[in-house]
């Protein structure tokens, strides 16, 4: 590239005469007969892009006079500022090596001068004078630094917080060349390019959106290489990427708290209302689901129906109609397994809709939250109203034809989760503690039909003891479980009916447990290890959920930055105080992106810039039944009042005061 210049006169080999002699008979002239920088020659023309960090050799007809060569020799900028120089003389005085004081500065104009002081070693000859030009090499532009707000945004890491004031400031080795940044620097977000408006003073570029950034947003920022400078080259380019800081503005009106909750749990109750099927009346898997319902879903919407009716969103009697339609539909039409749901029904014909493969049978799991919701109905309905004491009978019948027994595969000491009348036991899948499948051995220890013995229990689920966990983190003691507890619903699913509060066994006091998993979750999300963006003791909740490459039981042990809002939001009764701070922050601050038609949307991951639109049954029903549970009790002391409850804790050991 040809450098562009500052606009001085670039002038050749300017000779006079500058002869001191004022005889009429002129001494012979010295002869200069080369003149080089790094080889090249400063005598034929002004050349350009000379390195700065050569010497400069002259040499001469005849050895030259010292002393003269000071006196007649002067290095000049473009300033006309003089440069500091030694000398080291060589070939017997005829030649000499000019080493500066300082480094030349890059595309400068400099010049050589030799006056006619510079005489010849024996006097007789003198040097007519001379001026030789050159010019310097442009130099490298370098981005000495670059910020928005302060923030350095060519540190390495993930860089966060960025105002939403957004001014980057890009401040460069070189005066910044206007007519080579228009096409060269993009800002983008989500593959998005955003206008900007672009100022150049001096070496300094300054970077500014045309219209307000996104707050907790990722942008890319990317400075090409054809970016150049006035007398500054061979740009590296530039690129980096951060996310904006937090909008703390309310998105909506504030509330009190006991209002917000409700607020959360009607509209939270409309999924199960909006979205039960209209034969069966079972929940939709999801809001897109189309035909499929879920048994356990369906289990969590017959106990949001309850809070529905307590809460005034429905009618009693448009709950008990539901109700009606989804046991008619469970006894007379959806396949059975010995007794046992299938995960997936059709929910007009009840046909079997396989959750995965080999799995097309009964899923005792899934049918343990479904006996979970209907016995919480039984004992809320009224034997003294008809269609009440209908419903109660069917309930009845359902319950005591779940062949919990023969789900221990020929008698063995643990109950299997999965039976396919296509491939039999071929999943193999033991249901083992500590998960959230405790409901399971509670149910099947009180069936008053098809109960299983104690040691099923303490060897199946407890493992000989073996579920407990006793470690430590964050200085909190977990009883049970995986390390760091595994996902959130461990402690809600199971928990939407059986009380955890002085509930305890010779394993652990399930409370504490409850406890100790989520302040754990909570404390995980606070120090994050993996410096996602937008985690906090405001936005906190690992579990089982929708995320931006599928779906994923979120752990800490299997954190890929989704924050699923039920998490923290069903774990209301364990952590109030972190549980209402993450409801507040998820509806006023995330609201405008998190809130919808029927709550809070599944999941979320700031960091890959996802958002879910979905709702998922088995992730709304815990939000509006622990919340209950938080407020009222309900659910659990409608469950835990079943005689076949207690009986089948009673039976495993467990004291419940």
């Not at 050589?112 to 010019?135: A, C, H, N, R």
């Not at 809001?287 to 969103?313: L, P, Q, W, Y």
């Not at 390390?483 to 955890?500: A, C, E, I, Q, V």
């Not at 038609?597 to 996802?610: I, K, L, P, S």
Request: aromatic share 12%; net charge negative; glycine share 8%.
């Amino acid at each position: 590239m040809k450098p562009i210049y500052f606009g001085f006169l670039m002038v050749g080999i300017v000779l006079g005469s500058c002869d001191n002699d004022s005889s009429d008979d002129p001494k012979p002239s010295l002869e200069l007969v080369s003149l080089k920088i790094d080889n090249n020659d400063l005598l034929s023309a002004v050349p350009e892009n000379i390195p700065v960090d050569q010497p400069i050799i002259a040499s001469f007809s005849v050895a030259l006079d010292t002393n003269s060569i000071i006196q007649a020799l002067t290095i000049s900028d473009s300033q006309r500022n003089n440069l500091g120089f030694s000398l080291n003389y060589f070939n017997s005085y005829k030649a000499f090596t000019i080493y500066l004081n300082e480094q030349l500065e890059f595309f400068m104009e400099y010049t050589i001068t030799l006056t006619s002081d510079l005489k010849s070693q024996d006097g007789k000859m003198i040097f007519p004078g001379g001026e030789y030009k050159f010019v310097t090499l442009p130099g490298k532009m370098v981005l000495e630094s670059i910020t928005a707000g302060g923030l350095d945004l060519a540190a390495s890491g993930r860089l966060i917080n960025i105002p939403l004031d957004l001014e980057i400031l890009a401040t460069f080795s070189s005066q910044v060349d206007n007519e080579s940044v228009d096409s060269n620097v993009s800002l983008k977000t989500n593959g998005k390019s955003v206008p900007v408006v672009l100022e150049v003073d001096g070496n300094i570029l300054k970077i500014i959106p045309e219209d307000p950034v996104d707050y907790l947003t990722s942008y890319s920022l990317i400075l090409e290489s054809d970016i150049r400078g006035i007398g500054a080259v061979d740009f590296e380019g530039f690129e980096t990427s951060f996310y904006t800081e937090l909008d703390s503005t309310l998105k909506f009106p504030e509330i009190s708290d006991e209002d917000l909750l409700t607020k959360i749990q009607e509209q939270t109750f409309k999924y199960f209302w909006d979205f039960g099927h209209p034969v069966s009346g079972l929940s939709r898997e999801r809001n897109k689901s189309g035909e499929t319902v879920t048994s356990g879903g369906s289990g969590f919407g017959v106990m949001a129906i309850i809070v529905g009716i307590e809460r005034g969103f429905i009618q009693r009697s448009e709950g008990v109609d539901r109700l009606l339609t989804i046991v008619n539909f469970l006894l007379t039409q959806a396949d059975r397994f010995h007794g046992a749901w299938s995960h997936w029904l059709n929910g007009t014909t009840g046909k079997v809709r396989p959750f995965s493969s080999n799995d097309d049978g009964g899923d005792l799991v899934e049918t343990s939250f479904m006996i979970q919701g209907l016995l919480t109905a039984r004992q809320y309905l009224s034997e003294s109203d008809p269609v009440e004491s209908e419903i109660i009978t069917k309930i009845n019948i359902l319950w005591e034809d779940v062949e919990w027994d023969w789900y221990t595969q020929d008698g063995q000491d643990v109950l299997y989760w999965h039976w396919s009348p296509n491939f039999g036991w071929e999943k193999n899948h033991r249901i083992s503690g500590w998960n959230e499948a405790l409901i399971v051995y509670v149910l099947a220890a009180g069936s008053p039909t098809h109960t299983i013995d104690k040691e099923v229990y303490q060897k199946g689920w407890a493992r000989s003891g073996n579920m407990k966990n006793g470690s430590s983190y964050y200085d909190i003691t977990l009883p049970l479980g995986p390390s760091k507890g595994g996902p959130l619903f461990f402690s809600h699913y199971s928990f939407l009916g059986l009380d955890p509060r002085n509930l305890r066994d010779q394993y652990a006091d399930y409370w504490q447990q409850n406890i100790n998993h989520s302040k754990i979750n909570f404390e995980y999300c606070v120090a994050n290890p993996k410096h996602y963006v937008g985690y906090g003791n405001l936005c906190w909740g690992l579990t089982a959920s929708d995320n931006h490459e599928g779906y994923s039981a979120h752990s800490p042990t299997n954190d890929k930055g989704v924050i699923t809002p039920t998490a923290a939001i069903s774990s209301l009764p364990y952590t109030p105080d972190e549980s209402m701070a993450a409801i507040r922050h998820f509806y006023y601050i995330l609201g405008d992106r998190l809130w919808g038609n029927y709550g809070f949307y599944d999941a979320f991951n700031v960091t890959e810039g996802w958002y879910a639109d979905s709702y998922i049954a088995i992730d709304q029903g815990p939000i509006i039944c622990m919340i209950e549970n938080y407020r009222t009790g309900l659910l659990w002391d409608l469950f835990m009042s079943a005689p076949e409850v207690q009986n089948g804790l009673t039976k495993l050991g467990f004291t419940y005061e």
